[in-house]
């Protein structure tokens, strides 16, 4: 059984930083390319960044490009996505998800393992 556990979130003003951590199962995590996304409250669900196995290869929607970071420590099976610069409308709740593998990074669908998710809100 794949778990994935998000926490991090809070409530942050315009401009601010927050980091967000993804922990996963073991097996789960060292294996599978990994991804977080986010949805605000009357909206979808929506792509923010995707990681691969090892780290070497990075994906972003062009909404964060620039302020968002993502990465992973597989030895501690954690995923993390570090967010600068936030802003008002950034705020959601935050979800990691485990990859299949197959289809797109950024297509909800590719992700089969989803965690419970984190608030963030951002103040203006």
């Known amino acids: 059984q794949v778990q994935v556990v998000e926490s991090g979130g809070g409530l942050v003003q315009a401009g601010g930083s927050l980091r967000l951590s993804c922990a996963a199962s073991?097996?789960?995590?060292?294996?599978?390319?990994m991804g977080w996304f986010r949805q605000a409250p009357g909206k979808e669900r929506e792509f923010v960044a995707a990681?691969?196995?090892?780290?070497?290869?990075?994906y972003y929607a062009d909404s964060v490009k620039g302020r968002f970071t993502i990465s992973r420590d597989n030895a501690k099976n954690t995923m993390y996505l570090q967010m600068n610069s936030l802003k008002p409308e950034d705020t959601a709740v935050y979800y990691c998800?485990?990859?299949?593998?197959?289809?797109?990074?950024?297509?909800?669908?590719?992700?089969?393992?989803w965690g419970h998710g984190t608030q963030v809100t951002v103040s203006s």
């Open positions: 998800a485990h990859r299949a593998g197959l289809g797109s990074y950024s297509d909800l669908r590719s992700y089969d393992y």
């Open positions: 073991a097996r789960t995590l060292s294996r599978a390319p």
């Open positions: 990681i691969s196995e090892y780290g070497g290869t990075t």
